[in-house]
């Protein structure tokens, strides 16, 4: 990827949304990796990821959840102990969590679990995907 691919106003290859169903992706994990991958080829230092999932037992509203590099944000919703060690998380702050080292695939199996284990979504979900920079 050259400097100019990264230029402002610029958006990555593939674009900035994914979806599932409807995306072209065989599950919703897929669907966050993929969005995973554009955004850390694209800017990986400044450009975050807002993944929503649909019909989550947890509330009535969709689960959502922030990735930037190797954060993961829960927006004001906080881990149980066992999630956060199942994960392989480190927390940083109030509802603020660490990934070292993860690729987009790694931080998509992380975003997946969260989704599951915390939030309650179950077999193949439905999730939306944007970045932002």
């Known amino acids: 990827m050259g400097w100019f691919s990264k ?8 674009g900035r949304e994914v979806a599932h169903p409807g995306g072209g992706f065989g ?6 990796e993929a ?13 975050w990821a807002t993944v929503e999932a649909v019909g989550v037992k947890k509330g009535a509203a969709p689960a959502r959840v922030q990735v930037l590099n190797d954060e ?3 927006l004001q919703e906080e881990l149980p102990e066992d999630i956060v060690e199942a994960a ?3 927390k940083i702050g109030e509802a603020l969590y660490r990934v070292a080292g993860a690729d987009a695939a ?9 989704l599951r284990a915390h939030f309650g ?7 939306k995907g944007t970045m932002e920079r």
């Open 35 to 47: 969005l995973l991958e554009r955004m850390y080829g694209w800017d990986r230092e400044h450009a």
């Open 7 to 14: 230029a402002p106003g610029r958006d990555p290859e593939g």
């Open 106 to 114: 790694g931080m998509a199996d992380v975003v997946d679990t969260v």
């Open 121 to 127: 979504a179950e077999g193949d979900y439905a999730v």
């Open 88 to 90: 392989g998380l480190e």
């Open 27 to 32: 599950s919703a994990r897929e669907a966050i």
């Open 72 to 74: 993961l944000n829960l």
